[in-house]
């Protein structure tokens, strides 16, 4: 039998109306996080099946911890304020037989929203907007979709914190096929809206993490961008404090101030270093770089390395430009390089 998962909390107005409009023939599993038992006793009185957590733990962690309990192939994710119109499972099931996930939108052909007050309309445009690039469904927010269990992405690798578990599932999961329903979104009745600061705090937090997931260019920006904090920093040190010291000591004038260069090895390869261990452990996380990685990473930083001192020479010395400006500007060039490189030929493997 098909499952409806349906997370709730203080939503036990809703549950007869419930009951007499979801389908018959399907089960209905209720994941309740109300700080009381009503809406679990009057699922429990309606035949649902119910799942009652201690504690407000959030709309995507009940879809998730739904889902890991049912048993069903096909299932279908709703809220209870029935403003996602039951009517609509069994067309919702029927897309299932032929794709693997089916979105109930509002913003295809044929689908729109009842009474929607401006800034809920605002609201609900711009965070459709914001999740554009991470996939081309037109509602990607939508918190009525279903999909099929066994095309699943790893449950323990989701995150729970999030309030559009949905958004999470199109951008983590191997889906071959995605339709979307046209519906539309119905004027809440009973009870009050859950939408408030704290739902678009946490989706917009949601947002970064997913970004970050699906475009690893800006994961390794961030890396790099510490690289390049610990770069600068220990460059400024040394020559300073150090290489600039003594070679005004043992060497002429002119050699003296060109120290810098000298003080561009160490701080770079020390960036090198502390690169491939944050890569490695964040920004190719799910790749495999081999025993032989950081060599093969160290190899790839110091064939480039008379590029960067080359760059550094040239901005400093015909630019005019302070040596640590110049070095920054160094590493911003070499920046796509580097990632070329470590993408295509450091972590290549899948763990």
């Known amino acids: 039998m098909n499952t409806v998962i349906i997370p709730t909390y203080s939503e036990q107005e809703n549950i007869a109306e419930l009951k007499r409009r979801l389908p018959k023939d399907v089960n209905v599993l209720i994941v309740d996080d109300s700080p009381n038992e009503l ?32 048993d069903s192939e096909k299932v279908i994710i709703m809220d209870a304020d029935l403003q996602h119109p039951p009517e609509l499972i069994p067309e919702l099931l029927k897309q299932l037989d032929t794709h693997d996930l089916v979105v109930a939108s509002r913003y295809v052909d044929g689908g729109g929203c009842q009474d929607w007050d401006l800034d809920r309309k605002v609201i609900s445009k711009v965070a459709n907007l914001a999740a554009r690039p991470l996939t081309n469904i037109r509602d990607a927010v939508s918190g009525f979709f279903g999909l099929r269990r066994s095309m699943l992405p790893d449950l323990n690798g989701l995150n729970s914190r999030g309030f559009k578990i949905m958004l999470e599932l199109l951008v983590t999961g191997n889906w071959n096929s995605v339709v979307e329903v046209p519906y539309t979104f119905e004027t809440r009745k009973r009870g009050h809206s859950k939408l408030g600061w704290k739902q678009i705090t946490g989706y917009l937090l949601q947002l970064v993490s997913l970004y970050l997931y699906k475009y690893r260019i800006l994961r390794f920006m961030i890396i790099g961008a510490t690289g390049t904090v610990i770069n600068l920093a220990s460059l400024y040190l040394l020559n300073t404090f150090v290489i600039h010291k003594a070679f005004t000591a043992n060497w002429t004038t002119a050699v003296a101030d060109r120290s810098y260069l000298a ?13 491939y261990l944050l890569n490695n452990l964040w920004t190719f996380r799910e790749r495999i770089a081999g025993k032989a990685g950081f060599w093969k990473y160290l190899l790839m930083a110091c064939t480039t390395l008379p590029i ?38 450091i972590w290549k493997g899948q763990r």
Not at 43 to 68: P, W, Y
Not at 263 to 275: E, G, H, Q, T, Y
Not at 315 to 328: C, Q
């Open 308 to 345: 960067d001192i080359s760059l550094v020479y040239i901005f400093t010395e015909y630019a005019g430009l302070y040596y640590i400006l110049s070095a920054a500007i160094t590493i911003l060039i070499t920046f796509i390089i580097r990632y070329t490189i470590s993408k295509k030929f």
């Open 263 to 275: 003080a561009f090895i160490p701080a770079f390869l020390l960036s090198v270093v502390s690169n």
């Open 39 to 70: 809406t679990a006793d009057a699922a429990r009185s309606a035949g649902f099946q119910v799942l009652h957590r201690n504690g407000k733990k959030g709309l995507s962690s009940a879809v998730i911890d739904g889902l890991r309990i049912c």
